[in-house]
């Protein structure tokens, strides 16, 4: 009697497969990396899975877990590490990765940009600011064309008049022989409305800024979904 066949050992599944064949990589290199999912994304960064699961799968189980790609730019390393198939050195890629982006994302306003309003100032603060934990007021100096000659930082952590001093704001734009300067600071909580204290603070540095020859044209608040103008208000009038 014949003995019976073997059937052949079934293998794990193979950790690369998901960044190989016609997997994210090809993909890229065939259309370009805006063609790729953000799990395709992620997959190449992680370049392995584990023995239960290919780096793709890792990559959507990540996502999922982390709340999404926003969710995930802010986690930490540590955090990123504890999920099933990362480790110390895939998350470290990953933290990596994502800081350059937002680096690129953040830079710094060139000297000579111009503002014309206020949703130019939203445009190049939005991804600064979007994940931002804390409240940071950082003022713009402009050249009597309202082109940018510098940014400042001003203060982190919740907007208050003793946090805010006209002295901290306007002696760096005299310094540098600003004409007139726009001041803004995000709402961690993702609502732009502005608050009373925010006002008051609009308020004063009115004042100030008329009696220093350097007017406050704007007070732009930036949040998550979108930003609110203190001169398009008319609250507190006088702004421009």
Excluded: W
Aim: glycine residues 10%; positive net charge; contains cysteine.
């Amino acid at each position: 009697m014949e003995p019976e066949p073997v059937p052949p050992a079934r293998t794990p599944a193979d950790p690369t497969r998901a960044c190989t064949a016609d997997g994210p990589r090809e993909r890229l290199a065939r259309n370009g990396p805006a063609a790729l999912s953000d799990a395709e994304l992620v997959a190449l960064l992680l370049r392995t899975g584990s023995r239960a699961n290919d780096a793709l799968s890792t990559a959507r189980a990540l996502l999922d877990g982390s709340g999404g790609l926003h969710a995930l730019a802010v986690h930490t390393a540590r955090e990123l590490g504890r999920h099933p198939g990362v480790g110390p050195a895939k998350a470290a890629s990953l933290v990596a990765a994502l800081e350059l982006g937002r680096r690129i994302a953040t830079r710094r306003l060139d000297p000579g940009t111009g503002i014309r309003g206020p949703a130019d100032v939203f445009r190049h603060f939005h991804a600064r600011l979007r994940h931002a934990t804390q409240e940071r007021f950082v003022s713009l100096l402009l050249d009597g064309r309202h082109r940018v000659i510098e940014e400042c930082e001003i203060s982190r952590g919740t907007l208050t008049a003793s946090l805010v001093h006209p002295r901290e704001v306007f002696r760096p734009a005299l310094r540098a022989g600003a004409a007139a300067l726009v001041v803004v600071h995000n709402h961690p909580s993702g609502d732009p409305t502005p608050s009373q204290e925010d006002r008051r603070v609009t308020e004063r540095l009115r004042n100030a800024g008329e009696l220093l020859g350097v007017p406050l044209l704007d007070h732009v608040v930036v949040a998550e979904h979108g930003y609110r103008s203190l001169k398009e208000e008319g609250d507190p009038p006088g702004l421009g």
